[in-house]
């Protein structure tokens, strides 16, 4: 009897275990990108003007991510429309690629824009606390075995 309620117990358990797990990949991009301005958050314990910063930044990084996905399509469209050409001349592959170096080099420089305006917001306490999860962060996936 003790047993059949232990079992059902850890069975109990371990059905809420994988449901909370799995309920994390059902999450919207806003979702995750709000639940990672929380943690920095709380990790970093941000002051409420640096929050409304980091938010403001989260804000900015969500519209370009729909912008991301608008030129992902274009992008699949210019490469089906070369697709059916009878021939792909380079002229036309030069183009696309040029305008799309173009675009990644915006999106890079933008990446990099954000990265300053976040470190400008930190104290230099929070900043060694950021060097320090960075650097903790890198040695785990250095440890992963599909990346050596």
């Known amino acids: 009897m003790l047993n059949n309620k232990l079992l059902s117990l850890f069975l109990l358990v371990f059905v809420a275990m994988l449901a909370l797990v799995n309920s994390g990949c059902a999450r919207t991009p806003e979702q995750r990108a709000q639940h990672l301005v929380k943690h920095i958050s ?16 989260k804000d900015e990084f969500m519209t370009k991510r729909s912008e991301m996905g608008k030129m992902r399509e274009e992008i699949f469209e210019e490469m089906l429309s070369l697709m059916k050409d009878a021939q792909v001349d380079q002229k036309s592959t030069d183009s696309v690629v040029e305008k799309n170096q173009n675009r990644t080099n915006e999106l890079i420089q933008f990446f990099f824009s954000k990265f300053a305006e976040f470190h400008a917001i930190l104290t230099p306490e929070q900043r060694e606390k950021v060097i320090a999860l960075m650097e903790k962060h890198k040695q785990k996936k250095d440890k992963c075995w599909y990346r050596r």
């Open 42 to 57: 709380d990790e970093l314990k941000l002051d409420e003007n640096q929050q409304r910063q980091l938010e403001r930044i």
